[in-house]
């Protein structure tokens, strides 16, 4: 059995390489970590920006790369898992502009990771401020069941 304290660093040492950008040293390394940390790291860093105030640190195009490359394969259905994440709230601090955080229900690290990709893709989500992740308007209407007007 593996303590809190060795899983949480098997945890940083994915998210460690994922933020310095060092993918192919992740994957030849991922015997110090697990596939699920890694996925859980791929989804760090589309949630949050890299170097580039506006811009995650992980491109949709390198992060597919890196799932089916761990053996995650593409859910069939891009949407599936959108629905699946908790309902889009607003966040409004005392300070500053409102916020509407992506939030995981618990979903499994790879299929967090595939529901940001196709997210992403799919313009439910959009990239704010310091490059952190969030339901853009299109997201949250499809979450709701809106659709160009009408109700799905």
Not at 49 to 62: C, P
Request: charged share 25%.
């Amino acid at each position: 059995e593996i303590s809190a304290a060795h899983a949480t660093s098997m945890w940083w040492h994915a998210v460690d390489l994922a933020i310095a950008g060092r993918f192919d040293d992740l994957i030849r390394t991922r015997g110090f970590t697990t596939d699920y940390h890694i996925a859980g790291a791929i989804s760090f860093c589309l949630q949050h920006g890299g170097d580039d105030d506006n811009v995650a640190a992980l491109s949709t195009r390198k992060a597919r790369t890196m799932m089916r490359e761990l053996g995650f394969d593409e859910p069939g259905d891009r949407q599936s898992f959108i629905r699946t994440l908790s309902k889009p709230t607003m966040l409004k601090p005392d300070v500053g502009t409102e916020r509407w955080p992506i939030a995981n229900p618990g979903l499994k690290a790879p299929d967090f990771a595939w529901a940001l990709i196709h997210g992403i893709e799919d313009g439910h989500f959009t990239t704010r401020v310091k490059g952190d992740l969030q339901w853009s308007t299109t997201g949250r209407d499809f979450h709701a069941g809106v659709s160009f007007g009408l109700l799905l």
